[in-house]
Antibody, heavy 121, light 109 residues
């Protein structure tokens, strides 16, 4: 079964760039699904960041679009997130997830375990 | 509208039935999916599509939809069902393709 694992620095300085990678195991990233990033600030709800298809097509949350880049590396079976100009408001647990999507439904399964990224000097 | 609205908190007596609702315009076009999240854990898919449960999810969890409202029903609620529950759907507008509800904290009394 497919498993996802996030990795990257747990601490990023203000105005810096947050960079995370999601490694996909047990299946191919070229399987026909989209792959997504979702974050959750401490004590708050889930916020969708964006998604990518293995072809490289992307969709982003409009509120983050100017700062977000999601990319895919099929050779390594992984996808990545870059978020620029970070502030304390970007402190959150960041999750990656596989997306199933059709004309009438959309769901995320499975999810990675999540990684806490703190923005602080 | 690209928002999904959930009640912040709901409580239920052990063994009773509880319904958690999610409202939003996008639900007129898309089925909601539902996620259970316990403290310190990643969200877990419990319902997707019209009323589908992933393997391993107990059949006491069910989903339904009417108009702009989706519902997650737990029949015979167990203590281990105490968690935060989030709904999610796509949005037909290009302005916000994917939305999550704000979450409902379920307390089992």
């Amino acid at each position: 079964q497919v498993q996802l694992q996030e990795s990257g620095p747990g601490l990023v300085k203000p105005s810096g760039t947050l960079s995370l990678t999601c490694a996909v195991s047990g299946g191919s990233i070229s399987s026909g699904n989209w792959w997504s990033w979702v974050r959750q600030p401490p004590g708050k709800g889930l916020e969708w960041i964006g998604e990518i298809y293995h072809s490289g097509s992307t969709t982003y949350n409009p509120s983050l679009k100017s700062r977000v880049t999601i990319s895919v590396d099929k050779s390594k079976n992984q996808f990545s997130l870059k978020l620029t100009s970070v502030t304390a408001a970007d402190t959150a647990v960041y999750y990656c997830a596989r997306v199933y999507s059709s004309s009438s439904m959309n769901w995320f399964d499975p999810w990675g375990q999540g990684t806490l990224v703190t923005v602080s000097s | 509208s690209s928002e999904l609205t959930q009640d912040p908190a709901v409580s239920v007596a052990l063994g009773q039935t509880v319904r958690i609702t999610c409202q939003g315009d996008s639900l007129r076009s898309y089925y909601a999916s539902w996620y259970q999240q316990k403290p310190g854990q990643a969200p877990l898919l419990v319902i997707y599509g019209k009323n589908n449960r992933p393997s391993g999810i107990p059949d006491r969890f069910s989903g339904s939809s009417s108009g702009n409202t989706a519902s997650l029903t737990i029949t015979g609620t167990q203590a281990e069902d105490e968690a935060d529950y989030y709904c999610n759907s796509r949005d037909s507008s290009d302005n916000h393709p994917v939305v999550f509800g704000g979450g409902t904290k379920l307390t089992v009394l």
